[in-house]
């Protein structure tokens, strides 16, 4: 299993929004506070997280970015149902949703998210190769 990452929250409140471009430039939600009922008491964080994975392949250094979801009490430790928020938030999730999250991930990597990042000269990204899938249903879905 690779390395797991998560957004980390910015300042108060901690709710953070990341503007990216794909084929138009959108505002994401990297990082949202959940709320009790009568709007006084934030139960949890929900941080948008990856995985990688690193190989190599002809010479070539690749990472395999799997995009998934992260809860904390704090905005950086696990809280306790966190297994079962992400079962929930998951089960939401289209194959299309899942893709633009790699989509931005990669632009993450790809490019400096504030003006005051410092480069960082040891490695760097391009931009994620498209693969040609031909999927067919077997069960006519």
Known sequence: MGKFFRFKPIGVPR????????????TRTVVAE?????KKQILYFRQLSFRIQSFRSDEKWFISITPGWSFTYDGYSCCK?????????????TNSAVYQHFMFISFCLS???EDNESEYKYISFSSPFDLKLNYTPQHGY
């Open 111 to 113: 490019n400096k998210l």
């Open 15 to 26: 709710e953070r929004k990341i503007t990216w471009k794909n084929k138009k430039t959108a």
């Open 34 to 38: 959940i709320w009790n009922n009568e």
């Open 81 to 93: 149902q966190e297994s079962q928020l992400i079962a929930q938030k998951k089960n939401l999730e």
